[in-house]
């Protein structure tokens, strides 16, 4: 017996497409870009946050010394 999905990521994607479409089409150029450039802002903070507790709690490798044989 098959299941019916719970969540439909196309349609949900579709969904957020043409609500940001009306919400950014009801604005003009000037607030557009705020908006644009603001959700960016975010996302770009988000990953530098990330990046910076991801390196923080990686352990550090063993460094093996070659020996050098003149």
Not at 1 to 9: I, N, Q, R, V
Not at 15 to 22: E, F, M, Q, S, V
Not at 31 to 40: F, G, I, K, P, T
């Given at each position: ?9 196309v349609a949900?994607s579709r ?8 919400k950014l ?46």
């Open positions: 017996m098959a299941t019916k999905k719970k969540f439909d990521a949900e969904k957020w497409r043409t609500a940001t479409g009306k089409s009801l604005m003009d150029e000037g607030e557009r870009l705020a908006y644009l450039n603001q959700d960016v802002a975010g996302k770009l903070q988000a990953l530098r946050t990330n990046a910076a507790t991801s390196k923080a709690r990686r352990p550090r490798k063993a460094v093996r010394k070659r020996k050098v044989e003149a």
